[in-house]
């Protein structure tokens, strides 16, 4: 039996702070609608331990993730290749923790980063893993065209003391955290923070509930409007299914009985919602080397993007608008990424990191933002029906886009930093790293 433990980190900074996820806001943070946190799931099997940390944020810098791990290292003493760092992407979080980095803000979250680790650790109790998945496609879209794939799963993680309570209920599902717009000045967890919330209320007994991001990069929430109130609606949707299927799973290793009066008995109830996780845990980190795109000059760029204004303002058709629009995002994107890129090395190394949490349960972290479509292929390239994909961990470096994605055009291929290969040499690494753990 693992010992389990859970904990919640306050980690909003003080108002002020610059906001981080929108271009063209015109003030810095005015308030806190939601705190930020950091939380932790603490796993410790006897042999092997692993901590997974899930932020309030934009994205983990790779700076962040390696100072939280040193931290770490130090006390509880947890090897870095055993801490998952990752971000729900919030649009509604500081900025400063990715890109160029903002020492002082970087140094405190990452001691926060590591108190959440030490609260779980020394919190820990005997514990369960329990695991099932649910269908959820009313809150998503796929934003490059609305027929496109978008994740159907809802992944569900269980951790039970033996007698049935909850410790803590992690719940993965892949969309971004954009139900408010760039005019929201106020620090919020968007829809995760209302998801966790109803987890923990439908719940309660003080459990702790976790919300990690999968493949988002191409998905985006289907709203009503662009508020609060709609940020309640949606995250109370995905927490309700997810408290639900937690709720149901708690059976799991115990006992599940009713009263026959007819005959006098009790008889099973047999769980069918998800499985008992048993088994040891393991973790390994790879590199990855990764291209970053090359293109012409700016003065290219430039003429590209004039000669495709008139094509859009022409466009007789929506076939013809919407084609045009893609290329001329594409366009105005890609001036950005390669003024970014410029005089940069070829390569950018990344870290690909998978663990097993048990018997046929695996968990693959992967950097930046990457596509549904991706997401599903290591699924299937791996042969692990019960995988559960996180992304924007332990690094954001930008997006990883479908090589058919560069022709296609659009916001995400233009300003990705990286070339059309770059998104499959991440999913090879990821499969290779999930093979090591199994």
């Not at 609608?33 to 932020?55: F, K, M, N, W």
């Not at 890129?341 to 190394?349: A, Q």
Request: aromatic share 6%; with cysteine.
């Amino acid at each position: 039996m693992l010992k389990i433990g859970a904990s919640i980190v306050d980690i909003t900074p003080p108002v002020g702070v610059a906001l981080d996820g929108y271009g063209g806001r015109t003030d810095f943070s005015l308030g806190v609608h939601d705190p930020l946190s950091a939380r932790c799931l603490y796993l410790d099997d006897g042999a092997t331990r692993v901590a997974l940390v899930i932020c309030d944020l934009i994205g983990i810098g790779s700076f962040l993730a390696r100072r939280a791990r040193e931290l770490i290292a130090e006390r509880p003493g947890l090897k870095p290749e055993c801490v998952l760092i990752a971000a729900t992407h919030t649009h509604a979080g500081p900025a400063g923790v990715r890109g160029r980095g903002e020492p002082v803000l970087v140094e405190t979250i990452a001691r926060q980063i590591c108190g959440a680790v030490r609260v779980a650790c020394s919190g820990a109790v005997s514990g369960q893993l329990k695991y099932g998945t649910t269908s959820l496609d009313s809150i998503a879209q796929n934003r490059r065209h609305p027929d496109w794939p978008i994740d159907h799963r809802l992944d569900v993680l269980a951790a039970d003391t033996p007698e049935g309570r909850n410790i803590a209920t992690l719940a993965r599902y892949s969309c971004h955290p954009t139900t408010m717009e760039g005019s929201n000045l106020l620090y919020s967890a968007d829809y995760p923070g209302e998801t966790r919330r109803t987890i923990e209320q439908v719940i309660g007994n003080g459990t702790a509930a976790l919300y990690f991001n999968g493949a988002c990069a191409n998905i985006n929430p289907a709203w009503i409007r662009q508020d609060f109130d709609d940020v309640h609606r949606i995250g109370s949707i995905v927490g309700a299914k997810a408290a639900a299927l937690s709720q149901e799973l708690r059976p799991l290793g115990i006992d599940h009985r009713a009263h026959n009066i007819r005959w006098s008995e009790l008889t099973a109830k047999p769980v069918t919602a998800g499985r008992l996780v048993e088994g040891s845990l393991a973790a390994v980190s790879r590199t990855v080397s990764v291209p970053y795109r090359t293109g012409p000059p700016d003065e290219e760029v430039v003429a590209r993007l004039e000669d495709l204004t008139p094509q859009l303002n022409s466009a007789a058709t929506t076939g013809e608008r919407r084609e045009a629009a893609a290329k001329r995002t594409a366009a105005q994107m890609e001036r950005v990424a390669l003024a970014r890129t410029r005089g940069k090395d070829s390569h950018r190394d990344e870290e690909v990191q998978a663990m097993r949490l048990g018997d046929g349960l695996f968990l693959v972290a992967l950097p930046g933002e990457v596509f549904v479509e991706t997401q599903e292929e290591i699924r299937a390239r791996s042969g692990i029906e019960d995988l559960i994909v996180v992304s924007c961990a332990n690094d954001y470096p930008g997006y990883f886009c479908r090589a058919e994605a560069f022709a296609q055009g659009g916001y995400e291929a233009g300003v990705t930093p990286f070339a059309p290969e770059a998104d499959g040499l991440l999913m090879r690494a990821a499969v290779a790293a999930l093979e090591e753990v199994r």
